[in-house]
């Protein structure tokens, strides 16, 4: 908006302008100034060179701000120009820009373009770092075929993170020329262990593979199957009760998502035969084992929570930053994390206690009043 103004309408939003105009304006408040010329004369504008001392805002000759919105909209002002933020050219003479986008800033050159990571703004990015971005793989390539249907299976990057797709999405063939459901290509989640760029057919086609069936529950049928789901991977039993006929379900959470692949028929019933874990009692086990935190003297892991990754040594917490990566987190950065996070507490950032509720002082009763004893009349003579 502020380079639109500024490339198309620079007298209205120069500095001098506004402030004559805010001396109009008070003059107009005063009585000094008639309202209706002057807002004539601004709108539009003072091409006879009528111009006053009262409406010494309004240059001579001013064709006013209705005929300058007029002119740039026949001008057709380019809306991809305006919203350029930054502008590089290249020793190839090549155009590089900035521009923000619906889901973050980005730069682009020619048809090429790559997202700003969230760690580095739009103002401290350089043509070095731009070029570099460009260069960095997109995400979205194909890794391989389904030796089954030889299908391609293709590696991305989504809205919700990455997945692998087999085969390729089709035309449109719904209503306003969507896809139908049924006709989209299946797609998968990576694990949180797995990578874009490490990311191999054979793995690929494991994730495609999902749910898996576990087996079956010999007390009632009930099939068992391991899945991933929004809030990490779990096995779900479902079964037709013998009494009422009803089609029933039962879930319960796995440590991690390679116990998906792994989880025995054994271990799933035992875990189904465990009670349910209310909301908020965490059963995951640790993502990734580290060595021993020098300060604590405990051992280290890594696991997912509520908000994410956390190193914790069993006492203090603390979330893993930008740029800590489940596989490469080494244990000194573990550490360094655990003392911030100590450090922080200490400073009196960590979470606050809640003050005990005080007990409301029983009201006082007032002293039940005594009722006047009644007076007894004098007895009359006979």
């Known amino acids: 908006v ?3 103004l500024e490339e198309n309408f620079a007298d209205v939003v120069d500095y001098a302008f506004t402030a004559r105009m805010e001396d109009e304006l008070d003059g107009i408040a005063a009585g000094r100034v008639q309202r209706e010329p002057w807002l004539n004369r601004f709108w539009f504008g003072d091409e ?57 800033p980005y730069v682009k050159r020619g048809e090429d373009s790559a997202s700003i990571p969230d760690d580095l703004t739009p103002d401290e990015l ?3 770092k ?45 209503k306003g020329g969507k896809v139908k459901a049924q006709d989209k290509p299946k797609t998968a989640s990576l694990f949180k262990t797995m990578t874009l760029d490490r990311i191999t057919v054979e793995e690929a086609l494991q994730l495609l593979s999902l749910p898996r069936e576990v087996g079956t529950d010999p007390s009632d049928g009930g099939v068992i199957v391991a899945q991933n789901g929004r809030y990490g991977p779990y096995i779900t039993k479902s079964w037709t009760d013998a009494e009422s006929g009803a089609e029933k379900t039962d879930t319960r959470s796995l440590e991690n998502e390679e116990q998906i692949f792994e989880v025995s028929l054994e271990k799933a019933l035992a875990l189904l035969a465990e009670p349910k874990r209310r909301q908020g009692q965490s059963s995951a086990g640790p993502l990734r084992e580290l060595g021993v935190d020098p300060i604590s003297q405990k051992q280290m892991v890594i696991k997912d929570g509520r908000f994410g990754l956390y190193v914790t040594d069993g006492d203090t917490n603390a979330s893993l930053r930008k740029g800590d990566e489940l596989t490469t987190i080494s244990d000194e950065r573990a550490s360094e994390l655990l003392q911030l996070r ?23 009763k007032a002293p039940a009043r005594k009722k006047a004893a009644a007076k007894k009349e004098p007895a009359k003579n006979q």
């Open 2 to 4: 502020i380079n639109l």
């Open 48 to 104: 006879a060179g009528e111009q006053t001392a009262e409406l010494a805002d309004v240059s001579a000759g001013s064709p006013g701000l209705a005929a300058l919105v007029e002119r740039g909209k026949s001008e057709a002002i380019d809306p991809a120009e305006i919203n350029v933020v930054r502008r590089f050219i290249t020793e190839d003479g090549e155009e590089i820009v900035v521009k923000p986008g619906r889901y973050g």
């Open 126 to 128: 350089t043509l070095a």
């Open 130 to 174: 731009a070029l570099e971005l460009l260069a960095a793989p997109s995400g979205d390539h194909a890794i391989g075929e389904d030796p089954e249907t030889g299908l391609p299976i293709y590696a991305k990057a989504g809205r919700f993170g990455p997945y692998v797709q087999l085969g390729d999405m089709p035309e449109g063939t719904g």
């Open 342 to 364: 100590r450090d922080r507490i200490a400073e009196g950032g960590g979470p606050k206690k809640k003050a005990p509720a005080k007990k409301k002082a029983a009201a006082k």
